[in-house]
């Protein structure tokens, strides 16, 4: 079949990469090697040249190997954005071991899976988050615990009174200023981050290469437990040197790298890109307007990958006036559609055009991306560097024509090996077309007569709030635990600034009724769960509709809320 996005391809670029027979260690060092003394990071006024950055990352990974981590071991990183998390990213890598990224946002109740399912050992993780893994070790079974947690604080990384850390959000200075106390291990050990660096321990040779596993970030789905996604060096790899070669990224770069880097689009496109071409992050621990506006001026950022809700919220600013946007010349995201209107005044108050993508955890984050010089607004694009993707009808498993909605189905290297220890899983994930091994995304789409992709459904259960993906089943799950609750169905509803948002209808159990309201419900998921899965909206009924084996049917839920 004809491809006809072709036609508008950048023309400077190929269709397919050829990366690098390396691992993601090597692009780090040969980075440091290039430019030692230039900013790989700068976070509140406080820069770490490239040198400083691998020489960090060489001690961290070295007191990894001296606590028993080998070639393969998952270790998990738990933490927002700032310098710990890049260096310790690195160092588990150069370590031979096995990143396994987790949303901070999880509770102590959530984390129990992330660290018993890789089977992981050791931990690295901020001290405002410590408590909620010590809890979580405290509840498994004694062969299940961790051996050791590395503890960092925020201002091991920077300078509160330095005159360079410039403006401090007030609602953050008691989350990023208090030193919190560590808490203990019932069978392991607990080490600060200093004391972890500061060793003049052996460092054992890099033996990964780009088959190896390197990172294991967790998705959910229609089951209640996250699922890992094995990705190799090599996946990781394509999906970084694309993104630099797609947004015409130079080692001249200067990128504000606000997404989290606990998930795919922010680890791979932003991080990885940047150390991969050896251009500069300033990073922000997490979004806040006008320091965005603040940070974007101060360091002529060029480069800036988002999720709209970040820039509605920035041009919403009542100090946008003040701000100079002039440096930007790539700008874009996902997650989530921008709004046509705001897309049309990017463009026409600044001339940016803004460039939707989209992609999966299990494809690196961008499997498609608007061509920077012909994006079309509110498209995903058409398929990414060294991608072939098409629409299929989920059922015949054949090629639909222009327009025709079907499941959007990829291959290439940018996709994961499969689901970690769920076979079943995989093979449920992948099917035969063409006599090529194709991934099936759950998400129903089409193309235009250009080839340009349209998401229009989801096969999968899924919510999608201001870009972060919950999972229905995965709350009820959690959300059963509740000694009030007995049944609960989670549905989308409407939300005028995140698209979506999390509704709970619950039948609460006959010894408890009139004992528990709405906002106790909504307290209690609070604290068992990340503030992004919490329902914003409880609606207690006296029974959930099933259908004749007994399923609830959810579906009927949804239909109901989206004509309310």
């Not at 491809?3 to 090597?26: C, E, V, Y």
């Not at 060096?233 to 990224?249: L, Q, Y």
């Not at 709004?339 to 939707?356: G, I, K, M, N, T």
């Not at 024509?401 to 992948?430: L, S």
Request: glycine share 8%; proline share 7%; hydrophobic share 40%.
């Amino acid at each position: 079949m004809d491809r006809p996005h072709h036609k508008f391809w950048p023309k400077r670029l190929p269709h397919a990469l050829t990366i690098p027979a390396t691992s993601l260690w090597d692009n780090l060092a040969t980075s440091a090697r290039r430019y030692p003394d230039k900013a790989a990071i700068i976070f509140f006024g406080r820069r770490t040249s490239y040198a400083e950055l691998q020489r960090q990352a060489e001690k961290l990974a070295a007191r990894l190997q001296a606590m028993g981590v080998r070639k393969g071991d998952r270790v998990l990183l738990n933490m927002q954005n700032c310098p710990q998390l890049i260096i310790a990213h690195f160092a588990i890598l150069r370590a031979n071991a096995v990143v396994v990224p987790v949303n901070p946002m999880n509770r102590a109740e959530e984390l129990k899976h992330y660290i018993t399912d890789p089977d992981a050992k050791v931990a690295i993780t901020t001290s405002d988050l410590a408590g909620e893994i010590a809890r979580a070790d405290a509840e498994l079974p004694a062969s299940e615990r961790l051996s050791h947690l590395i503890v960092t604080h925020f201002t091991d990384a920077f300078d509160p009174e330095a005159p360079e850390c410039g403006p401090l959000p007030a609602a953050w200075r008691d989350w990023l200023l208090t030193r919190h106390a560590f808490p203990g291990l019932v069978s392991g050990q607990v080490i600060g981050w200093n004391a972890a660096l500061d060793n003049g321990l052996p460092l054992g040779e890099v033996t990964v290469g780009p088959a190896d596993l390197a990172v294991l970030p967790y998705t959910s789905g229609t089951t209640g437990h996250p699922k890992g996604c094995m990705h190799p060096h090599r996946s990781i790899m394509h999906n970084a040197m694309a993104s630099t070669v797609w947004g015409n990224g130079t080692a001249e770069g200067v990128m504000l790298l606000v997404v989290p880097m606990f998930h795919i689009t922010g680890m791979v496109s932003v991080m990885h890109s940047h150390i991969y071409m050896g251009a500069t992050l300033v990073v922000m621990p997490r979004w806040d307007r006008d320091l965005a506006g603040h940070l974007i001026s101060s360091y002529k950022v060029t480069t800036w990958t988002n999720i709209p809700t970040m820039v509605i919220d920035l041009l919403g600013s009542p100090n946008f006036a003040s701000f100079d946007l002039s440096s930007l010349h790539h700008i874009g995201g996902g997650g989530a559609a921008m709004p046509q209107a705001v897309a049309q005044r990017l463009l026409e108050q600044y001339d940016l055009r803004y460039v939707e993508g989209y992609g999966l955890t299990e494809t690196a984050a961008p499997s498609h991306s608007n061509p920077p010089d012909a994006p079309k607004q509110q498209c995903l694009g058409i398929p990414f560097l060294s991608c072939d993707s098409r629409v299929i009808d989920p059922e015949t498993l054949k090629e639909l024509p222009p327009g025709e909605q079907g499941e959007i189905i990829m291959r290439g290297p940018m996709v994961f090996d499969g689901y970690w220890k769920r076979p079943e899983a995989t093979e449920a994930a992948f099917i035969e077309f063409e006599g090529q091994r194709f991934f099936r995304s759950g998400d129903l789409g089409r193309t235009d007569e250009d080839g340009y992709f349209f998401l229009t459904d989801r096969l999968k259960r899924m919510i999608n709030a201001s870009g972060f993906k919950v999972w229905p089943a995965e709350v009820e799950a959690l959300m059963f635990r509740h000694p009030a609750i007995q049944e609960a169905c989670v549905i989308s509803t409407r939300d005028a600034y995140r698209g979506e948002s999390v509704k709970a209808v619950v039948v609460v159990r006959a010894s408890h009724k009139g004992q528990v309201s709405e906002q106790d419900i909504v307290d209690w998921c609070r604290a068992n769960m990340a503030v992004y899965k919490v329902p914003r909206i409880i609606q207690f009924v006296d029974a959930l509709p099933k259908s004749g084996s007994g399923k609830v049917m959810w579906r009927s839920l949804q239909e109901a809320e989206g004509q309310a």
